[in-house]
């Protein structure tokens, strides 16, 4: 808005006062502006620039009905004021209708034909940026005519300047705004929006720094963006020098100092900023934000709750469910949500509410409803399949703690169906090559007595790694073949050998190995030797070689021991 705000001024009849409503829409104070308009319009209601700007007003407020009255009114005042069409045209756009909304502004162009004001094509081609990327021609058509006609006019450096920085030309933007600069070296916008192409910079280096795997070019990316940051502060700090009480730049200079880790400065600046806007409801909002990022979660609902009195926006809402989750108030915050889910549209939902969602429903204990919404995180970002850990683990440690059979088995059960949703959400964004999910799959399966499951887990483990997670599914599928009743005495041998050849392989073994393969040995060593199971009969040939590698790897064990004394 303060790009539309400040290029639209036409002339001012009302010298000492109008002027001033206008510097409050300048620097975003939207609400004083249209308390100030409205008494100029009291004394006079047949100036129709006094309802131009009063729209203008409230469009910053978002009031777009009652802006689209004003305009209408004006136009009702003096047909041929081009401004009323442009504002008029603004709000049709708003409410999509393009159509009409270009037979508002074509009747601005007819009117300023017959006595040409640079500010009515300045006002018309912010109204096409705001249209978007279809209309940045019509844009640049108007503003290059406003620079050919009044070269010496710093706004008209300005505009354009703004046209090359919506279409992503930084480096015609910045000619632009050093021209208004060199034609007026105290004109404040020049300096502010310098400040706005660094952070628009320093936003496009960070994106590319989040994609790149080479660190050393993450490294230097991140220097790049801390110049942006050091840049932007600079030409900010010109601003407020220029105009102490431009709030913008304190607030825009507020999220560079967050960005270069100043906290403190961003907070002094933020402080400044809602000061100046006299605490309206968005500048609370701008600042709890802030306080929400440097985890000041009290400061924010205190900010937020007294804000609230007067008026409640779905971004209050979200902010108040985040903090109260963030401080471990979880069923207070999805009573904030609650609110915000019945008043958001679903498209306008994002990825951390359902995020967040779900911690609240986790935090209660509530899992089924804590997964759903991370299905509806994962959904918008696929990378969020990390959030699956927190249930999965949490279910691992339920089920170790509590000493109810039953309960550990529905534990379990629960922990291998989570742990799948995981590993399918996993699978869709980076390659799983080291076998730990299936690894901890298969053994939730085995916990949950699901032995077919369990076994065709531990079946995929040694294709796909050869280390721990292998040597260790090995282990564990002969043993869910051995506790599986339907299985045939036996049916672990296979998996018992194939583990003793994996241990057989490696110089060094931990602790766990030696007693996997000690356990390993002892099974085959009873299963070689009575392999039907008959009462009175073992083949010590057959078992010796298994009694010796057992006792290599557990050289007290007493079962071995005693089995290697009965087979000398």
């Known amino acids: 808005m303060t790009a539309l705000a400040t290029f639209m001024l036409p002339f001012a009849v009302h010298a000492q006062t109008l002027p001033q409503a206008i510097a409050m829409i300048d620097g975003e104070d939207y609400k004083d502006a249209k308390i100030a308009i409205t008494k100029l319009i009291t004394a006079d209601a047949t100036n129709p620039e006094l309802y131009y700007w009063n729209g203008v007003a409230k469009i910053g407020l978002e009031e777009w009905t009652s802006a689209k009255e004003d305009f209408k009114a004006g136009i009702k005042v003096k047909a041929k004021y081009p401004y009323n069409h442009i504002g008029l045209g603004r709000v049709l756009q708003h409410d999509g209708k393009k159509e009409d909304a270009q037979i508002e502004y074509e009747k601005a162009k007819e009117y300023n034909s017959k006595v040409y004001d640079v500010n009515v094509d300045i006002a018309l081609g912010y109204a096409y940026l705001e249209a978007g990327r279809s209309k940045y021609s019509d844009a640049e058509v108007v503003f290059t005519r406003a620079q050919t006609k009044e070269p010496k006019n710093p706004k008209s450096y300005i505009c354009l300047g703004d046209y090359y920085k919506s279409g992503g030309v930084k480096q015609l933007a910045i000619t632009q705004y050093k021209q208004a600069i060199a034609l007026n070296p105290t004109f404040v916008e020049g300096y502010y929006r310098l400040g706005q192409l660094e952070i628009a910079q320093a936003e496009q280096l960070q994106k590319k720094r989040d994609k790149e795997?080479?660190?050393?070019?993450?490294?230097?990316?991140?220097?790049?963006?801390?110049?942006?940051?050091?840049?932007?502060?600079?030409?900010?700090?010109?601003?407020?020098?220029?105009?102490?009480?431009?709030?913008?730049?304190?607030?825009?200079?507020?999220?560079?100092?967050?960005?270069?880790?100043?906290?403190?400065?961003?907070?002094?600046?933020?402080?400044?900023?809602?000061?100046?806007?006299k605490k309206d409801y968005r500048a609370q909002v701008r600042y709890a934000s802030f306080l929400y990022l440097t985890k000041e979660y009290t400061k924010a609902i205190d900010m937020l709750e007294a804000t609230r009195k007067d008026t409640t926006t779905n971004v209050m809402l979200r902010l108040l469910g985040y903090c109260h989750q963030d401080i471990g108030k979880p069923a207070k915050g999805l009573e904030y949500m609650a609110e915000y889910f019945k008043s958001i549209k679903p498209e306008y939902v994002l990825m951390d509410d359902y995020m967040y969602m779900g911690k609240m429903h986790f935090a209660l204990k509530d899992i089924p409803t804590a997964v759903s919404n991370f299905e509806k995180a994962m959904d918008k970002d696929s990378t969020q399949w990390r959030l699956m850990n927190m249930v999965v683990d949490s279910l691992a440690a339920q089920r170790t703690r509590d000493t109810s059979v039953v309960n550990k088995v529905k534990y379990a059960t629960d922990e291998a169906k989570y742990r799948k949703l995981m590993i399918e959400r996993k699978k869709k964004h980076i390659k799983i090559d080291n076998g730990r999910d299936y690894y901890m799959m298969g053994?939730?399966?085995?916990?949950?007595?699901?032995?077919?499951?369990?076994?065709?887990?531990?079946?995929?483990?040694?294709?796909?790694?050869?280390?721990?997670?292998?040597?260790?599914?090995?282990?564990?599928?002969?043993?869910?073949?051995?506790?599986?009743?339907?299985?045939?005495?036996?049916?672990?041998?296979?998996?018992?050998?194939?583990?003793?050849?994996?241990?057989?392989?490696?110089?060094?073994?931990?602790?766990?190995?030696?007693?996997?393969?000690?356990?390993?040995?002892?099974?085959?060593?009873?299963?070689?030797?009575?392999?039907?199971?008959?009462?009175?009969?073992?083949?010590?040939?057959?078992?010796?070689?298994?009694?010796?590698?057992?006792?290599?790897?557990?050289?007290?064990?007493?079962?071995?021991?005693?089995?290697?004394?009965?087979?000398?």
Do not use: H
């Open 213 to 277: 795997e080479n660190e050393e070019k993450k490294t230097k990316l991140s220097e790049e963006m801390k110049e942006s940051y050091k840049q932007g502060i600079e030409y900010y700090s010109q601003t407020i020098k220029l105009d102490p009480n431009f709030s913008p730049a304190y607030r825009d200079r507020a999220e560079l100092y967050f960005r270069y880790d100043k906290w403190v400065d961003a907070a002094n600046d933020y402080e400044k900023y809602v000061a100046l806007q």
């Open 443 to 568: 053994l939730a399966y085995y916990n949950a007595n699901d032995y077919a499951n369990a076994e065709a887990t531990f079946k995929q483990m040694p294709e796909m790694n050869e280390g721990f997670y292998a040597v260790s599914a090995y282990y564990w599928l002969a043993k869910t073949l051995r506790d599986n009743k339907e299985n045939k005495y036996g049916a672990p041998a296979k998996a018992y050998d194939k583990l003793l050849e994996a241990l057989a392989k490696k110089e060094k073994l931990e602790t766990y190995e030696k007693d996997y393969g000690a356990r390993a040995c002892l099974y085959m060593a009873y299963w070689k030797g009575n392999p039907e199971k008959q009462e009175g009969v073992f083949n010590c040939e057959l078992a010796k070689p298994y009694i010796t590698k057992g006792l290599v790897f557990a050289p007290t064990d007493k079962t071995l021991m005693d089995l290697g004394a009965a087979c000398p």
